[in-house]
């Protein structure tokens, strides 16, 4: 009998793996630096953000929104847009306070993120730069997501 494989490949946003549990981190970011927003407004700066890689679905950013704004993180003020009502959200400083504890607890994670796929890349035949189609940077150094260079884990 032949056996299916173990991940459903179609199913991945994007080809992107790992961007589930980056959408509360872009939302909260994206508040802090361009409120007010709305949801369509932050799907879409998120699929500019990650150069249209990732556009998250609105079945994800809405629950989120709602749990954002339950948690006392974000507010959402009715307004008028093209004669539309729609909600504009907002960080609350209880909000601002969560983004500065997620942004101190994000870098790490991400770096070991970056630092095990760069593992797997190499033992499938490639490069960081030759997959994200980035030019190398030079010796010693990867470029990241985002096309920013840094130093390559060790």
């Given at each position: ?7 459903d490949f179609s199913k991945l ?134 096309g920013g260079t840094r130093t390559?884990?060790?």
């Open positions: 009998m032949a056996r299916s494989g173990l991940i946003s994007g080809g992107l793996l790992l961007t589930r549990g980056l959408l509360p981190y872009f939302v909260l970011k994206l508040l802090d630096e361009r409120a007010p927003l709305c949801g369509t407004e932050l799907l879409d700066a998120i699929y500019d953000l990650t150069g249209g890689r990732w556009r998250p679905s609105p079945g994800a950013m809405y629950p989120l929104l709602r749990r954002l704004r339950r948690q006392g993180l974000v507010k959402a003020t009715p307004a008028r847009r093209g004669g539309r009502l729609v909600q504009e959200y907002a960080l609350t400083s209880e909000g601002r306070a969560e983004l500065r504890r997620f942004l101190h607890e994000i870098r790490p994670r991400l770096e070991q993120t970056v630092a095990l796929l760069q593992v797997h890349l190499h033992s499938l035949g490639g490069t960081w730069d030759d997959r994200a189609g980035h030019n190398a940077p030079g010796p010693g150094r990867d470029s990241g997501p985002g390559a884990a060790r």
